[in-house]
């Protein structure tokens, strides 16, 4: 089975604090992804990676940036967490055409 | 700006009857097309995806669809309680994948 793990499930930060949220998956796919979902918003592209230190900004990269220094493994990082940035964040891998695997999701609250 | 669209309902449909979820998509040139179900408080988790046009049936579900009308639906025959959910439609856009508001999905006993 394609294994997709988030390191937290939940997460509470203070304003104006540096977040990491960490994914790794263990199917060798290149393509990783960051979403974050917010009720009656769905699911919104933050950033994805293609390959090894490749990226690219999807819908709502504003407040984030990431890290993929190896291939298994795809960061967000919060700059300077704000409110507005608490949500579910979920992780997802996928290889090709191939459907889109999840991670448990991360549960951030910003305070 | 790519976008999917889903009515977010509440969709509610007796047991044993058919739920069907409909979705839009504005990029023409999109090819693969998928369906996600996910339950409160948990992540989404692929049901379907179809590539051609016309239906793909896969046990109670059956996906179909149009590429000339930009349409993509799902129909769940003989619905369960258990499928209480919202479903989620996505399409690929470049190497990415774009979803929808999603649509939810409530099944009476």
């Known amino acids: 089975d394609v294994k997709v793990t988030q390191s937290s499930r939940y997460l509470v930060k203070r304003t104006g604090e540096k977040v990491f949220l960490e994914c790794v998956q263990d199917?060798?796919?290149?393509?990783m992804f960051w979403y974050r979902q917010d009720p009656g918003l769905g699911l919104r592209l933050i950033y994805f990676?293609?390959?090894?230190?490749?990226?690219e900004k999807g819908d709502i990269p504003e407040g984030y940036s990431v890290s993929r220094e190896k291939k298994e493994r795809f960061s967000l990082i919060l700059e300077s967490a704000s409110t507005n940035q608490t949500s579910m964040y979920l992780c997802?891998?996928?290889?090709?055409?191939?459907?889109?695997?999840f991670g448990q999701g991360t549960r951030l609250t910003v305070v | 700006q790519k976008e999917v669209e889903q009515n977010s309902g509440p969709l509610s449909v007796p047991e044993g009857a058919i739920a069907s979820l409909n979705c839009t998509y504005s990029?023409?040139?999109?090819?693969?097309f998928f369906w996600y179900r996910q339950y409160s408080g948990k992540s989404p988790e692929l049901i379907m995806f179809?590539?051609?046009?016309g239906d793909k049936e896969d046990g109670r579900f059956t996906a179909q669809l149009n590429k000339a009308s930009q349409y993509v639906s799902l129909l769940i025959r003989d619905s369960q309680p258990s499928d209480s959910a919202t479903y989620l439609c996505?399409?690929?856009?470049?190497?990415?994948?774009?979803f929808g508001k999603g649509t939810t999905l409530s099944v009476s006993s």
């Open positions: 997802a891998s996928r290889q090709g055409t191939t459907e889109a695997f």
């Open positions: 199917m060798d796919h290149e393509n």
């Open positions: 990676s293609y390959d090894v230190k490749m990226k």
């Open positions: 990029d023409r040139g999109s090819q693969s």
């Open positions: 179809i590539y051609s046009n």
């Open positions: 996505a399409v690929k856009a470049g190497t990415a994948l774009i």
